[in-house]
């Protein structure tokens, strides 16, 4: 069974902090990605690697950025929180390029105040 | 790169009812056509697919359709009941083939008992 973990369930920062998140998947998957949910909005995408040292930018990019060092860890970093990036994040993994499923993590809901 | 419209938004029935959600899309090179489940405080997750070479795959109560002219897939679930209750999302391939998807807004569908 595929398990996705994140490192928090909730989280409250300040404005101007600097935020990580923490994602990593135990099945040896290639592509992990970085979401934000809001009501109303679905899931769009922030980042996404599909190998280690790789990133791409999705599609609301600003503001976020990520790292991979380790296949199995990908980390997304805000590095200045702003009141708007209050939100649930979640993180998925894909097995390859050509196994499209994706594997959510629990989420992280971030409270930015 | 995809456009995908999901609806309706919310959707309410009874216990027993039928319920269907709508989506379309934009890219008619795309190929791979899932559905997530997010139940309240839950992580999504995949609770059926179709390909583009097939027009509708069944799984006990639930199903979906493709038409790949119209470019629309639909899931339908027969007999709903109150666990059915969550949001379901659609999503397409952000960029024809690729493994990287587009998802919709969700549709909150709500089953009274």
């Known amino acids: 069974d595929v398990k996705v973990t994140q490192s928090s369930r909730y989280l409250v920062k300040r404005t101007g902090e600097k935020v990580f998140l923490e994602c990593v998947q135990d099945?040896?998957?290639?592509?992990m990605f970085w979401y934000r949910q809001d009501p109303g909005l679905g899931l769009r995408l922030i980042y996404f690697?599909?190998?280690?040292?790789?990133?791409e930018k999705g599609d609301i990019p600003e503001g976020y950025s990520v790292s991979r060092e380790k296949k199995e860890r990908f980390s997304l970093i805000l590095e200045s929180a702003s009141t708007n990036q209050t939100s649930m994040y979640l993180c998925?993994?894909?097995?390859?390029?050509?196994?499209?499923?994706?594997?959510f993590g629990p989420g992280t809901r971030l409270l930015v105040l | 790169g995809e456009n995908v419209e999901q609806h309706p938004s919310t959707l309410s029935v009874q216990e027993g009812d039928s319920a269907v959600i709508k989506c379309t899309y934009s890219?008619?090179?795309?190929?791979?056509f899932p559905w997530y489940k997010q139940e309240l405080g839950k992580r999504p997750q995949l609770i059926i697919d179709?390909?583009?070479?097939?027009g509708e795959k069944k799984d006990q109560r639930i199903a979906v359709t493709l038409n790949k002219t119209a470019k629309h897939f639909s899931l339908h679930i027969t007999e709903t009941q109150p666990e059915d209750s969550a949001v379901y999302f659609c999503?397409?391939?952000?960029?024809?083939?690729?493994?990287?998807?587009?998802f919709g807004r969700g549709t909150s569908l709500i089953v009274h008992p």
């Open positions: 690697s599909y190998d280690v040292k790789m990133k």
């Open positions: 998925a993994s894909s097995l390859s390029t050509v196994q499209e499923t994706q594997y």
């Open positions: 179709i390909r583009s070479n097939v």
């Open positions: 099945m040896d998957h290639e592509n």
């Open positions: 999503a397409a391939p952000k960029n024809g083939g690729s493994y990287i998807p587009t």
């Open positions: 890219d008619s090179a795309s190929n791979y």
